[in-house]
């Protein structure tokens, strides 16, 4: 359980942790791979959201797995990336949230994870929380918190 005082001032910053769907590089689940290869390649990203028509969310594409769909017997072979689609290499089992955040949630969940996917009551994709936004309010807390709090030490007790 996080310190009462350390969460509120976490849970502060929360609306800082967004970046909006609107500017977060997603692709396709029909898409063929070379074009996701394409966009991964042009965002400088290592993984994206792959969401459907409809903008719900449903999986994760990885530069390793678009790699890993061209290696063949004779070495790199990157015309099969446009025999096949992303929702035939995507990983579906990852990790959403939704708002209002649950900030320890969150932080458990970033020690595995470089971004988070935020979702409404519909799965539609609403954006991601990335390590670096939670870091960079966490550094604000542990800079700032003797300007919100009094600072006491405990006594020790002896049993």
Do not use: C, W
Not at 15 to 44: C, G, M, R
Not at 107 to 134: A, K
């Amino acid at each position: 359980m996080i310190t009462k005082q350390l969460e509120q001032m976490l849970n502060e910053k929360q609306e800082s942790f967004l970046i909006p769907a609107e500017i977060v590089a997603n692709v396709q689940e029909d898409n063929h791979l070379d074009h996701a290869f394409l966009v991964l390649t042009k965002v400088k990203y290592s993984s994206i959201p792959v969401l459907d028509k409809d903008q719900h969310f449903k999986g994760i594409l990885t530069l390793p797995m678009l790699t890993e769909t061209m290696l063949g017997l004779n070495g790199i072979d990157p015309t099969r990336l446009s025999r096949k689609r992303v929702s035939e290499v995507m990983q579906k089992d990852f990790p959403t949230i939704k708002l209002p955040y649950d900030v320890e949630e969150i932080l458990h969940l970033m020690v595995n994870h470089p971004f988070l996917i935020v979702v409404n009551n519909d799965d539609i994709f609403t954006g991601i929380v990335t390590r670096r936004e939670v870091l960079k309010s966490v550094n604000y807390m542990v800079h700032d918190f003797d300007k919100h709090y009094t600072i006491t030490e405990k006594e020790s007790s002896s049993i």
